[in-house]
């Protein structure tokens, strides 16, 4: 995590919910009422986020803010506490509504992406993330991808390549497309290349790729696919995968399966600040 | 909206996605290769930022792309076309993930909200967001619940009052506490205070308060508060409010309800780019 | 008052005044050289922006600066010291002229509204500001108004609402104005119109708005207007208000009196800064 | 004048003022309502920052309005049309206070300047600036100063040499200090310093020093500097002048008067913007 | 190359030569002055950003400004008009330092890198450069380098794995540092590993890294592991290789050279700009 | 030097550097992994920036880090420990790789600074840098020149006035080029003009201008504008100097010889980093 990029976006959140202070609390309290803020779980879940990205919170609020949260990966159960911190009120609602809606996010990421993960264990096989995050929030998403056992894919288009369609069909042939890739980018990058048919795959097999994505591919199809590759370049299944298809997915003998919807659609985690004012 | 801070996010949201720029594109397709983007819908939904979000983030990676998308708030069925972008093919890849995350999480708030609205036609009651937005996103956030018939409350802590139980706690009474805030708070502000009770209800009435939040009350409590208040103050239902009982609340006759999850978890709509070249 | 948008503004303001240093400081003085510096007051004002502004100046230059400032809203008398700061003479030359700057202008704010409302107690009314505040010091304009005594009209476009001349004129009525504003404004915000004539107020009254704007109104007018709401909305008055005829105004019955004079021409203060070398 | 910088700060101007928009005018107006704005001087004054600032300020709300301003350093007369701003409604609307209070800001100090002018023409003296100016808006009010007819004295700590009475304090000399200052400053810059006696006028000129400032002088002794000096460095008088004494000051000879007023306490001129609709 | 992100950058270039503009020539000029520039080549050489790079500063300098440079790679000689610009004189002079520092290190750049491509071809090696690049001009210098005809080698620490001595010492052993990173890396990355010795090279190859950095190696021992390797890994020569050995490094079979100084010490061209007022 | 400009700078280098943090020693050390870094010289040259920059750098990277480097100017010879820095081994190989670019090129200029300065002592003559520094880079690197015992020309087109060719040719003449400048430039700035002819220097003379600046002049030439100019006026000379022609060019009386190559070719020093894990 970059940590200089962290505090600039959280300065930009925080910025953006209070940009003249919070009139209320303000109005109310007086700058050396101090309290103490719990972050309490409603549910059942995988905390992240809890000790770098709140703490940063609370602390660029003030740096005399003092926090403690759970480790990322903790699994949390209803009623938990946390999250911690200790300094002036006024301080602690600002940061209040920042911090949650950033950790019930990720909590919600890295969640979802343990039920993942769970489903398809012992098979030697990684979930892994896609480039459909929140602008904005890709570094967090990422990190909170990771903390539920899940494997990052490219973080952007610069550093990684992936050869999709319009790409092959600009060229003519995979085979062309591959050239032309060699022939430029960096030779630190594993080169991918999107397949949807047994031909493409071997097209693949024959240009020498690096990793096969298996584009909406079935059971079958990936079956087929993982005993043709056999070992000589790693697959990855890719398109309309859930809780429900991906252990039949995993068991299709693919290296890795990759899923949108972690970042997409990860309902948030239900957390909620108690305050209590000395 | 504001487009210069719009303008400002959706060049760091690019930024994020290709810092480098596309490695794979730029391998493949010269500077002079022209195409056009197509916005496909996959399911029905309700549209939104396909002129204004969309457009600028193409606008922004080439100011040469010419585009054209579907007005805010259109009914979008299947296979719709809602988005077309002409320019360089390099230029249109480019903003292609972007253009889509922002549109598919607008277009899904948008869509969430009307069938909340749906639900409560033709009762003279508005449904309306909360703070509970995507940290960096909020005012594409707001803008979309707007689109799909929807009410924005307060933007930040800086530009509406409302009274908790911490400031209430805090003070000793609501009377105290509304006390302190009207002695300080621009005169521009209404008041809003949080009640659980009945009596706080009254309390707040006493007060002179502007607008009363019905914090998880049942429909029978609602029902009691609207008549006690008749009137004489805006009344808010908020907390576990769900496509389910939405109804019921409405007809309690309060003249808000508000919803965290208009923003917080509505589920993305589902479009995809295809592109074509020259 | 926002302390992250305070660093901020300060850091750009110090590099404005510095942004290759202080050459003739450093050819004279080393980096070890400890001193002293003092704000000595010239003449009587109430103070402003000593504590968090200048502190805050000096802390950047070096964080190491130990800083000591009276409390806002003090009333100093001439040969005061009102602020002191111990550390390297280079850093405290360095934030010498910006802190000044800003001090003398925060203080003058503080000072005339005072002035002001000294002029109107005890009489039931609040002085406040507008919107014709320095571009880039709104916040800390805004904030010298509140102590001097006065309350702050609304921050910015986006969080009041304040229907004008042209408005009306483009709806074709105040009524239909309000209806417009009020079918999509957010519920939070109160509802304020310019009025000219007795007639206006009275549509005003009709339309049920919150504050009526009693524009350059005299003050047979205002007690006319103040007779005919009753009560049944704020009434501000507004336009050629000076200190000599603020008390006339305001023994009219209006509850508000705002005045662009507070920020837009308030003569600075008279501080100067001494040095101490060790 | 920095055209990307008076960009950059504009626009953070807008964000001030408009950081949600305009609530009111966008639920009154819609995006195409078309309209033509004109700034109506209320009284006279020397115009600047008409084309430049205003013009930039409405541009970057919309850059489809087509603007119009009178040249920088035209004398104003009450009810001229000193700008017009074609475009739609809701930007001119969003433009108006940010381009009012800068070009009234503007426009107040070259007013000031000028009288300055006046007052001492056609004596050969030039009347200067100094750094206190309003934090962030140095660029500007120093290019007010020009238009007025003033001078620029350095821009910042980083472009001029001035040593004071702390420099020659620390020092032991004025000799001393200049030679510190020589040995290390760039030698495209003049060499300063502050002199209150005669005595240092004359340690000045025997260490050759290139502008001599006199500190708080009477005209006696201004008078008998001049003679002092003979042309052997450039004279400047600094320290309460006004527009009363400024013709006495400059009839004794000296080259230069600063004045800090200029930018620090000129009126801020009087300035409406009347609006037409399509 | 990222557009947003170069015109950011030259932005910053531009206002730290001219913060307060040209004086000398604002001085001399007036805005309306039209002329017209051109950058003659000294000597002979590779050019690069000719088109973007500087067309980009002058364009920033005003828009209007109409540019014509000579593409990217082009082989120039002494005395070739590589770049023209017509527009305000002003504005040409604003842009004329800041556009030749960045093309005279750019063309450096692809000049020095073409040397060493001449050396070594037609050998199927590739030359790449490193990290060592001017820190806020990396982007710059890498596409520099692929003018020239060399390669990029990973741009950032978060886009290349890299195992280095320390790693190695950390975990024990080459295939433990491997085995880390390979259970926590993106699978999009291939995985380098510096070796100093045969014994090294060896563990590579056991541990299926995909390339093999062989550093500071002599030729012989160069030689000695491309036959070792024979194809199961990429082979990076690093470390002292200069003009004069790079053919023979490149003789030994290796698959990749980089190369420091590409960068870091690439002379830069001279070109000076010759300016034509109409 | 501007501590908060020099921030600023080093986190975009940072970010530039390692967006997504460094990879591979994320996948190794965990982040409580303590060391010590040292870099230590491999050649012989005058350390610069090993205090506040580098210094700086780590700091960033994590507060908590501990640094000492040499006093700026201190002659290293090889194997010199020059800098240590104990902390977190992630950091420190975070800060690895923007610290030692940063360090090596200021050292690189502050050694070739000094070799110049030695070439030319005991003369009465300056070596002055030029604009011709690297973009982003001019503060660190004018501040290298004065540690190698150099001293600055202007900073940038705004705090210093240079009158050439093109200036004089639109003018007509040196005298009403310089009539202009006097006219409207700042009190405080020197004037200077280049002359090619000893006919210009003449008219420099007549014009009372305070720099000289002799334009790649042979030493005959400048010998002979030595005598005409007699002390009337410093003299710069320009272009064409190098470490062999320098001593020639400063005995001919010059006051002040200007180097392009100071700043343009300086060869970086060789450091390397070495780290040792707790």
Redesign the interface.
């Known amino acids: 995590?970059?940590?200089?990029?962290l505090i600039d976006?959280i300065?930009?959140?925080?910025?953006?919910?209070?940009?003249?202070?919070?009139?209320?609390?303000?109005?109310?309290?007086n700058a050396h009422?101090m309290g103490k803020a719990r972050f309490i779980a409603k549910e059942s879940f995988i905390g992240a986020g809890l000790q770098m990205v709140a703490g940063e919170v609370f602390h660029?609020?003030?740096p005399a803010v003092r926090c403690s949260g759970v480790e990322d990966g903790t699994e949390i159960k209803p009623n938990d506490v946390i999250f911690t911190a200790d300094g002036p009120?006024l301080d602690l609602?600002?940061a209040e509504?920042?911090a949650l809606?950033?950790v019930q996010?990720m909590s919600g990421i890295a969640t979802l992406t343990r039920r993942f993960v769970d489903r398809v264990t012992p098979l030697p096989v990684?979930i892994?993330d896609t480039?459909?995050?929140?602008?904005?929030?890709?570094?967090l998403e990422k990190y909170a991808v990771?903390v539920g056992g899940g494997?990052?894919?490219?973080?952007?288009?610069?550093?990684?390549?992936?050869?999709?369609d319009?790409?092959i069909?600009?060229?003519g042939s995979i085979e062309k497309?591959v050239g032309?890739?060699r022939?430029?980018?960096?030779?630190?990058?594993?080169i991918?290349v999107e397949a949807e048919t047994m031909e493409q795959v071997e097209e693949c097999l024959a240009a020498g790729v690096?990793?096969i994505m298996l584009d909406n591919m079935s059971p079958e199809l990936m079956r087929l696919a993982v005993r043709l590759v056999n070992g000589k370049a790693?697959l990855?299944a890719s398109g309309g995968i859930n809780l429900e298809n991906v252990r039949t997915a995993a068991e299709t003998g693919v290296?890795?399966i990759s899923i949108g919807a972690l970042t997409?659609?990860a309902?948030?985690c239900d957390i909620s600040m108690e305050?209590e004012?000395a």
């Open positions: 995590m970059n940590r200089i990029e976006s300065k930009r959140f925080l910025d953006e919910d209070g940009p003249g202070g919070d009139l209320t609390s303000e109005a109310i309290f009422q660029l609020c003030n009120v609602l600002l509504r920042v809606n950033l996010r990684k892994v480039r459909k995050t929140t602008p904005g929030l890709r570094m990771r494997f990052n894919h490219r973080f952007t288009l610069s550093d990684g390549i992936l050869i999709k319009n790409h069909a600009a060229c497309a032309r890739v022939k430029q980018a960096p030779h630190t990058l594993k991918e690096d990793i790693l990855e290296n890795l997409h659609s309902p948030a305050l004012t």
